[in-house]
């Protein structure tokens, strides 16, 4: 079973940025990155978003917030920084304390700065297909892998295990562009299993610790990992139990190291394409 | 093979809408139907439309338009109509003349009023799965037609055939809410009738005439046609070729007199729903 390495991608994606950012003739984008709280993952997420702009030469900025900041209070610092045309992109970490109205923000965000897809524009223009928007990162970062390693997805049978809009559902739509034949299955799904291993591709999107083992895995099936869980000894695992694919799989994505890596990635691209978008005609 | 008649679906939402009407005491909602040019499938469906409005006790109004009419020009009538408060919801007859931008179009109708949610707004919400918004009065018609004859969707294996804003990407996204293992599939898709004969209940939405024969259809599987062609004989006709799916499908809906007389069933309860929420509490 041949390891797809997140690092690779990356590094390809580095090169795609750094052409962009050459283009904008020394105008550096500017990242806003938007914390409410101090929650853990966020915080990790946070710190590698800021360690791979820097990498990628292009800037970022922290914005947080306290946890039990008021719903009128952070709209009105989320506004601030929505309208501040310093800064060409933001990514927002949810999700946000229950006193905030997350659905508000996703309305009040700008098409051009949502470089994480959360605005009904651009959750518009990936169902629909279109090449104009943003599509969730991490979604993207699943088509990243695929491309990177060579993997056709043309009339490909793909079954994406998870709904959620972070993931599942974006990303059944981005396979769709990409003329895969997609199946969309879920915690009510009869026969998981089976129709899991109809697949040649299987995107494990689950959220639930090592689901994915051999029972779910057809012959030589490529398995994409987006699963970030933490097992029983404490120590970061994905929703495929990755070992256990040995001789099934021909290739999978290990976690962590995997479809993590790609996700800021695709964030530092999505970050000079907008700022190319905005100051474009300018730079 | 029962076949599944759409009048019968009909009349069970025309018992729902009475009712809602009857909250509303004495408001009758009124619907605009905005059509440019004079398309032979536009003007059929408006008349259809028209019909059933009266038949369920509504008011309809036809705008219609020049087929030269400027971007211009239409905009601002189409505006008019969006603000005009005696006007509780718009069915825009698609597609437009090239010379009219429908994008700004679909940017400027209010949700509220988006019967056949074009607008982000709508899209954005049947992407996410939740149940305020306007879904397509088609792809609702289809999860109508399953419902009114008591075909569970929970964990079922569906195959969409057809990948279209106006049916099968939002159908697919309804039937995901409702539990419903989907595939979707189009004409990318490899071995496409191995991939539908899997399925229990086939949804062809392709715009194929009588594309589907007892090839693609498992033993006693559910088999709705939401397609509306013409065949060679001038006459109309579905995706599905009905006749042969004797003794091989459980159930089908015929063309004509299966979805698409649900869907102005449908259109007319999104009405309903509209003029609820827009006059319900001053009603």
Same mark, same amino acid.
């Given at each position: 079973m041949i390891t797809l390495k997140g690092a690779v991608v990356s590094a390809k994606i580095k090169e795609e940025v750094t052409e962009l950012l050459r283009e904008l003739a020394g105008t550096i984008p500017r990242l806003a990155i938007v914390r409410v709280g101090e929650r853990p993952d966020d915080m990790a997420y946070e710190r590698g978003a800021l360690k791979k702009m820097e990498n990628f030469g292009l800037q970022a900025e922290s914005f947080s917030y306290p946890a039990d900041i008021s719903d009128e209070d952070f709209q009105a610092e989320f506004k601030k920084i929505n309208e501040n045309p310093g800064i060409d992109g933001i990514l927002l970490l949810r999700p946000l304390p229950k006193q905030i109205h997350e659905r508000d923000i996703e309305r009040m965000i700008l098409p051009e700065k949502d470089l994480d897809g959360i605005s009904p524009e651009n959750i518009a223009r990936v169902f629909a297909g279109e090449s104009e928007g943003f599509a969730p990162c991490t979604a993207e970062a699943v088509i990243e892998v695929l491309k990177a390693n060579d993997i056709s997805l043309t009339g490909k049978r793909v079954a994406v295990v998870g709904r959620s809009m972070v993931v599942g559902r974006p990303l059944s739509m =981005?396979? =769709?562009k990409e003329?895969? @034949?997609? @199946?969309i299955c879920h915690t009510r799904t009869k026969e998981i299993e089976k129709t899991c291993q109809n697949a040649e591709i299987l995107i494990a999107a689950a959220g639930q610790a090592k689901m994915i083992d051999p029972s779910y895995v057809g012959a030589d099936a490529v398995v994409i990992d987006v !699963?970030? +869980?933490? *097992? +029983? *000894? !404490?120590?970061l695992c994905g929703d495929v139990d990755f070992e256990s694919l040995n001789g099934v799989a021909s290739m999978a994505t290990p976690v962590p190291g995997g479809v993590g890596a790609v996700t800021t990635a695709v964030l530092a691209k999505h970050l000079v394409m907008a700022a190319r978008k905005r100051r474009g005609s300018r730079a």
């Open positions: =981005l396979l =769709l003329n895969a @034949t997609v @199946t !699963g970030i +869980n933490v *097992d +029983n *000894d !404490g120590n």
